[in-house]
């Protein structure tokens, strides 16, 4: 997939694509999904239980923790016999919503509060907190229209981190809490400057927790092992002790999970072995009008950033546009007046086509490295394992924004392999 699923993007996965919840049905795994669903198609991605924003209320399946609760006690209750299952709980929290719902704040953070008109969520004891309060992140303009996003939005943090708990609880009762494998993580960044939609940390840093009742002795440990949501799939498959059987997509080349299992990574890290290996991240669109494919390697302490389309203005989607962080910085910057904000507008905008950074001495990425020749080594190697993660993954974008990717033939209708070919376009 290379955008949002619903409504006018209308992305999805190929049909060809065998999705985690597909295999675990394939080997006797009863699945349920609860929540957020902003992928496609639903034969790619068949669950058993499925209570989501395609047949339900966004509001009711994805904030409303009392209904959350119902509905995953109906799944344990109903659909998990004496059987293995796989249940995802997607919180819509805490996404903003003022493009959708402004009556309830700009991140529904009034949805269910108890006041008139905004409804009554039973389990939900609201946690409010004050603008003046806050501790503004570097990479978000310090004012009082971020502050006060920024409270709006921990309050929606405290209502999932309520309706978390409420989860564990019905595992607790269920009888499951004890051999379930627990994993929460989230599918994006931040929804400010530099975070959701961006590659750099803000946008791709993500909670992680893990719980694993066969890894007691890495229970309440952390570990700076680097790990992505490509990890995910092959987690879930070494818990269930399923074995992904070859299969393409696209002709004769088997789909790869470049992923590993973090079962192995937490017990390599409590036994001391080094765990740095290197992280990718890609973005191609968010809205079908937010065309901006960046791709990045993460190799700790370096991190390249590609930005594609470096000549065009950096997309900014619907719900950020109107949310009184961005108008602010759209204000301030035509009126003149000081952003408080770590760059200017235009400098958000306008981004190089390469950015490379040393997040030891320069965890901001304010210092882009590209220009100096002292890191020019470091710049090629790194160039050297995003093209290889770029060619194994299958990316069309591969050859972008200065070649053309052509295919090699060794005979009639018989593709040997893919080339780039030079467009000589001045890039």
């Given amino acids: 997939m290379y955008g949002l699923h619903q409504k006018e993007h209308h992305f999805a996965s190929f049909d060809g694509v065998r999705s985690l919840p597909k295999i675990l049905a394939e080997n006797g795994v009863t699945t349920g999904i609860i929540g957020k669903k902003h992928v496609g198609p639903e034969a790619v991605y068949p669950f058993n239980f499925s209570r989501t924003e395609e047949n339900h209320s966004i509001l009711q399946v994805g904030r409303n923790i009392t209904h959350i609760k119902a509905l995953v006690r109906e799944f344990l209750h109903d659909f998990t016999d004496s059987g293995p299952f796989f249940l995802y709980v997607g919180f819509h929290d805490p996404h903003r919503c003022g493009h959708t719902h402004p009556e309830y704040g700009a991140f529904c953070e009034k949805f269910g509060n108890g006041d008139p008109g905004m409804g009554d969520i039973v389990d939900w004891s609201p946690v409010t907190y004050e603008p003046d309060d806050v501790i503004v992140p570097y990479f978000v303009p310090d004012t009082p229209a971020a502050r006060g996003d920024i409270a709006a939005q921990y309050t929606t943090v405290s209502r ?203 965890p901001g990425e304010e210092r882009n490295l590209i220009d100096d020749k002292t890191y020019g080594p470091v710049f090629e190697e790194l160039i050297s394992y995003l093209k290889k993660w770029q060619w194994l993954t299958n990316d069309p974008w591969v050859c972008s924004p200065d070649g053309v990717l052509e295919p090699v033939w060794s005979g009639p209708n018989t593709v040997r392999s893919h080339t780039c070919m030079p467009l000589y376009n001045e890039l």
């Fill in 160 to 362: 999932l981190d309520q309706g978390i708990g409420l989860v564990l609880e019905e595992l607790k009762s269920a009888g499951f809490l004890d051999d379930t494998l627990v994993l929460y993580t989230s599918d994006n960044g931040i929804p400010f400057p530099a975070g959701r939609m961006n590659l750099y940390e803000p946008g791709i840093i993500e909670p992680l927790l893990l719980h694993s009742p066969d890894h007691p002795s890495t229970w309440n440990r952390s570990t700076d092992a680097p790990v992505s949501l490509l990890d995910i799939t092959p987690t879930v498959l070494d818990w269930f002790g399923i074995k992904l059987e070859p299969y393409s997509i696209f002709g004769d080349d088997n789909v790869t999970l470049t992923g590993k299992s973090i079962l192995g990574l937490i017990q390599d890290s409590k036994n001391g072995k080094s765990s740095n290996r290197p992280i990718y991240a890609s973005q191609s669109l968010h809205e079908v009008t937010n065309y901006y494919p960046m791709r990045v390697l993460h190799y700790f302490p370096f991190k390249l950033i590609h930005n594609l389309n470096f000549k065009m203005p950096f997309p900014i989607d619907q719900d950020f546009y109107i949310s009184q962080t961005f108008q602010d910085i759209l204000n301030r910057t035509l009126s003149g007046r000081p952003l408080n904000w770590c760059k200017t507008l235009t400098q958000y905008y306008y981004r190089p086509r390469w950015e490379l950074y040393d997040l030891r001495s320069d």
